[in-house]
């Protein structure tokens, strides 16, 4: 089963930077689109960024010009870089798959608060 560790989150205030980082078991990590989720209080989980093996990214509207994803195949690892962020970034992030498993990992919650 592959195994999906998610770090890097935190409270920060509107305007602040984060970059969370995703680690990935399995040798086929690196043939995988990899995509970055989030989950805020009361809704469902989105989809906000993706990121094909090859490395090129595609983004959600509200994220686009904000957010950018990255990926190191070396090390089974998927990044989101946040930036200018907003209250409404507020969410448990996770990072799993496109189209996602089954099973997801613990997520790392962000907080954009004043």
């Known amino acids: 089963q592959v195994q999906l560790v998610e770090s890097g989150g935190g409270l920060v205030q509107p305007g602040e930077s984060l970059r969370l980082s995703c680690a990935a078991s399995g040798s086929d990590f690196r043939f995988n689109v990899m995509g970055w989720y989030r989950q805020a209080p009361g809704k469902q989980r989105e989809m906000v960024a993706l990121?094909?093996?090859?490395?090129?990214?595609d983004y959600m509207n509200p994220v686009k010009g904000r957010f950018t994803i990255s990926r190191n195949n070396a090390k089974n690892t998927v990044y989101l870089q946040m930036n200018s962020l907003k209250p409404e970034d507020t969410a448990v992030y996770y990072c799993?798959?496109?189209?996602?498993?089954?099973?997801w990992g613990q997520g790392t919650q962000v907080t954009v608060s004043s």
């Open positions: 799993n798959r496109v189209p996602a498993l089954d099973h």
């Open positions: 990121i094909a093996s090859g490395g090129v990214p």
